[in-house]
Nanobody, 124 residues
Framework: QLQLAQSGGGLVQTGGSLRLDCEASGDDLDYYGVGWVRQAPGKEREAVSCITKNDIETVYSDSVKGRFTISRDSAKNTVYLHMNNLKPEDTAIYYC?????????????????WGQGTQVTVSS
C-alpha cells in the first residue's frame, strides 16, 4: 500500500524559497501522477501543481505559475515542489497526493492517497 511522507515546510520571509518533499513508500511513485494541494484558513482548497506518471506533462495553477516547480527523483522515490519568490498568500498547509488516473489534473477530488501535510508560512 502506497504511503506518502512529507517534509520541508517551515517559515520564510516574502521573496524566499522553500522545497517540499513527498517521499513514497510501499510502492513505486513512478506508477502515479502526483499533485500538490494547499489549504489555508478561509480559503478554498487549491491544487497548485501536478506531474504525470511519465513526467511528460506538468501543470501549474495561475496563482503559482512561474514561481513553483514540480519535479521527480525516481531514485529517491520522491516528488518535490520547489517554491520560489514566496508570498504571504502562499501560506497554507501543503499536501501531496497521487492522482487516480495517472494523468495531470488540478481537480484534487480525483486525488487518491494523501500525505500528512506540511505547514508553509510566509511572513510579510
Amino acid at each position: 500500500q502506497l504511503q506518502l511522507a512529507q517534509s520541508g515546510g517551515g517559515l520564510v520571509q516574502t521573496g524566499g524559497s522553500l522545497r517540499l518533499d513527498c517521499e513514497a513508500s510501499g510502492d513505486d511513485l513512478d506508477y502515479y501522477g502526483v499533485g500538490w494541494v494547499r489549504q489555508a484558513p478561509g480559503k478554498e482548497r487549491e491544487a497548485v501543481s501536478c506531474i504525470t506518471k511519465n513526467d511528460i506533462e506538468t501543470v501549474y495553477s495561475d496563482s503559482v505559475k512561474g514561481r513553483f516547480t514540480i519535479s521527480r527523483d525516481s531514485a529517491k522515490n520522491t516528488v518535490y515542489l520547489h517554491m520560489n519568490n514566496l508570498k504571504p498568500e502562499d501560506t497554507a498547509i501543503y499536501y501531496c497526493a497521487t492522482i487516480v488516473i495517472g494523468l495531470c489534473t488540478l481537480n484534487w477530488r480525483a486525488y487518491a492517497s494523501w500525505g500528512q501535510g506540511t505547514q508553509v508560512t510566509v511572513s510579510s
